[in-house]
């Protein structure tokens, strides 16, 4: 039997950093998880230890894994010979079904991963406006590219200065492509005013998660999302809900439809292609149609909207719409949520899991919800990597990003057996380390 340190001892002799995605360094075991095979709501890893999947594909896996609806997509694919660089009649099918599904999309565009997608949509918008800047939120996360890995996770230490010179998040972006980026705090009315009075005639888009899983999972609040939306639309910016984890986990139409606030542009991504690597950019029929062949914008790619992901995209659509889905996913939230709420206040805990549908975040050392990014700068990392490897150590798959308050979540194939047995695991742990987590 080969040991995940040897066998990622052996992935670092060809794979650059034994990875093939730099968070895949799951920093509390030491190694990458490295699976050997996945189905319904647990995962094996190469030493034959079962887990229950607490990360389910980062939020791709929302049907949990090995799905027969995706399984037959599959076997439709392989029938159609994997084409591959052509149209199909299933392209449009998706499309329709979208449209019909996220509340701004009446055009559709398909790429493979949320990176491309938010690349393409923020050309689209400086393409459609003929402005160049964009307004973020800290806090929030938009893709590793770029035109936006910037300004978004600043260090403590930069959090102050990162509003006059935005924080580049990776070494190899230039510094000029901060020029372009304004940095706001989230939920604060009076920061987007001063930013949009400033600088609205040369900004092209506002972009924000409508629900920052990347940082607490903080939710836009009412009176703030519909100030947003008001003055984007006074001064002609777009206003763009990046919606790649959000997409689904609540809902059919995503946060646009639980919160009730249409945006002009949206990305989804994560769950639509079913486990498998779809994402889409969405929005008004006026704006979409600035990308070739009808407008100027350039969007092309030879995998783009493969077969088999446009396939699984479909047969994932068709899954959340049954009468069931939802109302299942709410039993295992209502489940989950009370049972570590109990844990939390029976024990008098200095910690959160919030969440909005099947993602949440655990965030320690608060008892109440974040408004903002620099809430969330009193979570304890080296806790969280004790908390991860102590719930591996008893057969629960946590995902680590570093540490940090980022999101976790279940599938529709996890049972309420998995949901009580996470919640047991979870409470023996956090009792275990009892003095680490108090005020």
């Known amino acids: 039997m080969t040991t995940l340190q040897q066998q990622y001892e052996k992935a670092k002799k060809v794979i650059s950093g034994g990875v093939n995605s730099s968070t895949r360094l799951n920093q509390a075991i030491g190694t990458p998880f ?17 887990f229950i999947d607490m990360s389910c594909a980062h939020g791709a896996a929302l049907l949990g894994h090995s799905h027969p609806a995706i399984d037959n997509a599959m076997q439709t694919a392989a029938k159609l010979g994997y084409v591959n660089s052509f149209e199909t009649q299933y392209h449009e099918e998706l499309a329709s079904k979208i449209c019909q599904a996220i509340p701004c999309a009446e055009r559709v565009r398909f790429c493979s991963a949320g990176s491309e997608a938010t690349l393409h949509m923020i050309r689209g918008c400086r393409a459609f406006t003929g402005r160049q800047k964009i307004i973020r939120f800290e806090g929030h996360f938009h893709g590793y590219h770029e035109l936006i890995f ?12 990162n509003r006059n010179h935005p924080y580049i998040e990776s070494a190899g972006i230039p510094q000029l492509f901060a020029d372009f980026i304004i940095p706001i705090p989230f939920n604060d009315p009076e920061a987007l005013k001063q930013a949009i009075d400033k600088h609205g005639h040369e900004t092209a888009a506002v972009i924000l998660e409508p629900i920052n899983y990347n940082s607490g999972c903080i939710k836009a609040q009412p009176d703030f999302l519909k100030l947003l939306r008001d003055l984007t639309k006074e001064a002609g910016i ?71 992901p446009i396939l699984a995209g479909l047969a994932f659509i068709n899954e959340i719409k049954k009468p069931e889905f939802y109302s299942t996913l709410q039993k295992l939230e209502a489940q989950f949520h009370q049972g570590i709420d109990r844990i939390i206040k029976d024990n008098n805990l200095n910690m959160i899991v919030p969440y909005h549908g099947a993602r949440f975040d ?32 008893r057969g629960v798959y946590f995902h680590d990003y570093g540490g940090s308050c980022v999101h976790h979540g279940y599938s529709i194939q996890h049972t309420t057996e998995d949901i009580d047995k996470v919640l047991n695991v979870l409470e023996d742990v956090l009792l275990s380390i009892k003095n680490l987590l108090k005020n």
């Open 150 to 161: 910037i300004g978004g996770h600043p260090p403590a230490s930069h959090l102050k200065d």
């Open 362 to 393: 655990i965030v320690l050392g608060r008892k109440t919800p974040a408004l903002r990014y620099e809430d969330t700068l009193c979570h304890n990392k080296d806790l969280m990597l004790k908390i991860i490897k102590a719930c591996f150590d």
């Open 238 to 308: 777009i206003l763009f809900f990046d919606e790649i984890q959000s997409s689904f986990k609540k809902s059919p139409g995503g946060a646009q439809q639980d919160f009730g606030i249409t945006p002009d542009v949206c990305t989804i991504g994560k769950a639509l292609g079913g486990g498998l690597p779809l994402s889409a950019f969405c929005g008004k029929a006026e704006i979409m149609e600035i990308f070739q062949p009808i407008g100027p914008a350039a969007h092309s790619g030879t995998f783009n909207a493969h077969i088999i």
């Open 34 to 50: 490295f699976a050997s095979k996945a189905i319904a709501g647990h995962v094996w890893d190469i030493e034959g230890r079962k």
